[in-house]
């Protein structure tokens, strides 16, 4: 269950808030697949088994920019904001892959809220920190800081 906001405003006063974490996706080839067919990065540590088997890695990992999409499945599940006429990702700071995401593992993203201010009226712009966990890694796979923002619904 996400973390819930009523309206974009609740975000304010809420500085480095522990949110939610996501359900845990399993990583498989086909979703590494779909991905290279997206991107054209067909690096053979991704998308050749038998030879990612013996690489460094041991097996096919996942992309890097696969692992950082991923966070815009995890987000809204991490958090909610009600009341919101429109939501933007404005960006990101501060990226890292700091643990490689081998075929078969379950990641999760967990996030916590930095800040949130006021830009543009009524709109909230939020930082929101979201760790792309492995299941039974002391590692992340990721660590990225979110910018989104969020519209509130105008008085009808």
């Not at 399993?26 to 067919?37: C, K, N, S, V, Y």
């Not at 815009?72 to 404005?90: D, K, T």
């Not at 501060?94 to 490689?100: N, T």
Request: net charge negative; hydrophobic share 45%.
């Amino acid at each position: 269950m996400p973390t819930v906001f009523a309206q974009p405003a609740s975000l304010l006063d809420h500085a480095n808030l522990p949110l939610a974490a996501s359900d845990w996706i399993t990583i498989d080839q086909h979703r590494i697949d779909l991905f290279a067919e997206a991107t054209g990065d067909y690096q053979w540590i991704h998308v050749d088994p038998e030879r990612a088997r013996n690489g460094p890695f041991g097996a096919p990992i996942a992309h890097g920019y696969l692992t950082l999409a991923l966070v815009n499945l995890f987000l809204p599940q991490i958090i909610e904001v009600r009341s919101v006429a429109m939501g933007v990702n404005v960006g990101t700071d501060r990226l890292r892959f700091l643990a490689p995401v081998p075929v078969g593992a379950r990641l999760r993203g967990a996030g916590v809220l930095l800040r949130a201010e006021s830009v543009k009226g009524d709109a909230v712009q939020a930082i929101i920190r979201v760790t792309v966990e492995i299941e039974g890694s002391e590692r992340p796979a990721c660590v990225v800081d979110t910018i989104s923002r969020y519209i509130p619904q105008t008085a009808p």
